[in-house]
């Protein structure tokens, strides 16, 4: 079936730990994204990517970083200067061009402890 | 500052009522404007909207758009419990030769029986 993974579905880091959270997709779609959801925020946007080997920072990229070496996959990693990196984290992905629809992940919910 | 504001924030409604949520946005180089419904974890897509003044129906719900006046609004009559959930409304602008999608902080729909 054709969509989109993210894993793990729940994660645990220590503080000061890089983690990377993953997401791939078999849609075959060029724009992929990074969302973060905290209660009464909504989705802010991290980084976005258009096409391979290109991204882009979003509204609140401080403390993470992305890769997008495939069309496939677009991981997302939370580093030790993320200051509160405890959230839902979604990831989606969409058909290049104008209005166009998102596909969700299920999400990954990362606690810090 | 937020260039998608949804309002409002939560509503508390009766079976049977309805409801309309408003979505105003304030971007350039609009391209489309979307709603998902968030139950649990990953948004689903209910409509985008690209023209003014054309209505998009599904079921008991239903979405136009005012590009002049630069809002949306997603009405749903004769809720049910089921219509429980987030609605998150999203706009999609470009910048150059890239495109963001940006999410307002959602409206929390709770029906009650």
């Known amino acids: 079936d054709g969509g989109i993974t993210q894993s793990p579905k729940y994660l645990f880091r220590k503080e000061g730990q890089n983690v990377t959270l993953s997401c791939e997709q078999n849609?075959?779609?060029?724009?992929m994204y990074w969302y973060r959801q905290d209660p009464g925020q909504g989705l802010r946007l991290i980084y976005y990517?258009?096409?391979?080997?290109?991204?882009q920072k979003g509204d609140i990229a401080e403390g993470y970083s992305v890769s997008r070496e495939k069309k496939e996959s677009f991981p997302l990693t939370v580093t030790s200067a993320q200051k509160n990196p405890t959230a839902f984290y979604l990831c989606?992905?969409?058909?290049?061009?104008?209005?166009?629809?998102?596909?969700f992940g299920q999400g990954t919910r990362l606690t810090v402890v | 500052e937020d260039k998608v504001v949804q309002s409002p924030l939560s509503l508390v409604v009766h079976e049977g009522d309805t409801v309309t949520l408003n979505c105003s946005y304030e971007?350039?180089?609009?391209?489309?404007l979307l709603w998902y419904k968030q139950e649990k974890k990953a948004p689903t897509f209910l409509f985008m909207l690209?023209?003014?003044?054309i209505e998009k129906k599904s079921g008991r719900l239903s979405s136009i758009l005012d590009k002049k006046e630069l809002f949306s609004i997603l009405n749903i009559t004769a809720t049910q419990t089921g219509d429980s959930a987030i609605y998150l409304c999203?706009?999609?602008?470009?910048?150059?030769?890239?495109?963001?999608?940006?999410f307002g902080k959602g409206t929390l729909l709770t029906v009650n029986p």
């Open positions: 999203a706009v999609e602008y470009s910048g150059g030769s890239n495109y963001k999608l940006t």
């Open positions: 849609l075959n779609h060029d724009a």
């Open positions: 989606a992905s969409s058909i290049r061009g104008p209005g166009t629809e998102a596909f």
């Open positions: 990517s258009q096409i391979v080997n290109d991204f």
């Open positions: 971007v350039t180089n609009f391209r489309s």
């Open positions: 690209t023209s003014s003044g």
